[in-house]
């Protein structure tokens, strides 16, 4: 099993400013089938890149990722308030599909 | 428009059983990999287990084999999870999540509406 592990575990930031929210893996992702989703209190997660660097569908270009191998980062650019969210990653190229723990983005 | 309306939640006694539902609209069911995932309130995401659009693969995650059962009936559109021997530490929000695409491997981007079940006595 892949473990995700995902610091910090916490960021309180101010609107405008960047997060940079890290994904490390146990071992190297498969084909860097890495995903981030944000969850926002009462709502189920929501996509919002894939294969590492990769932005679904409707996500603003605020949202980047990089990384490969084991080691991932989801950035935020110029944060808005409604960014406020708990994000995740996930690796989906082998079972059992894990997620980290989730990092908490508080905007100020 | 994609849909997935969950339903089939509550609270169930430890050692008990229920049946969750994901009735799905909006695209060709039987075409997608579907799966279940869990969420402790207030915890992570935890991956429960999948199967294959025609019904003959599934997976599970450890902490649910032998207890757990996936299926589906692509004739109805519906997404099942059968819960049996059920603990305290099954007490969760439970989603039916479809992928972006058909592939055994695709991220996942339509998430029904999380159902929550309760074991305790």
């Known amino acids: 099993e892949i473990v995700l592990t995902q610091s910090p575990g916490a960021l309180s930031l101010s609107p405008g400013e960047r997060a940079t929210l890290s994904c490390r893996a146990s071992q190297s992702v498969i084909s860097n089938y890495l995903a981030w989703y944000q969850q926002k209190p009462g709502q189920a997660p929501r996509l919002l890149i894939y294969?590492?660097?990769s932005r679904a569908t409707g996500i603003p270009d605020r949202f980047s990722g990089s990384g490969s191998g084991t080691d991932f980062t989801l950035t935020i650019s110029r944060l808005d308030p409604k960014d406020s969210a708990v994000y995740y990653c996930q690796q989906y190229g082998s079972s059992p599909w894990t997620f980290g723990q989730g990092t908490k983005v508080e905007i100020k | 428009e994609v849909r997935l309306v969950q339903s089939g939640g509550g609270l169930v006694q430890p050692g008990g059983s229920l049946r969750l539902s994901c009735a799905v609209s909006g695209f060709t069911f039987s075409s997608y990999w579907m799966h279940w995932v869990r969420q402790v309130p207030g915890k992570g995401l935890e991956w429960v287990s999948r199967?294959?659009?025609?019904?003959?693969?599934?997976n599970y995650a450890d902490s649910v084999k032998g207890r757990f059962t996936i299926s589906r009936d692509n004739a109805k559109s519906t997404l099942y999870m059968q819960m049996s021997s059920l603990r305290a530490e099954d007490t969760a929000v439970y989603y039916c999540?479809?992928?972006?695409?058909?592939?055994?491997?695709?991220?996942?981007?339509?998430w029904g509406q999380g159902t929550l079940v309760t074991v305790s006595s």
């Open positions: 999540v479809r992928g972006v695409t058909m592939a055994t491997v695709t991220p996942w981007n339509f």
């Open positions: 294969g590492a660097s």
């Open positions: 199967i294959s659009g025609d019904g003959t693969g599934t």
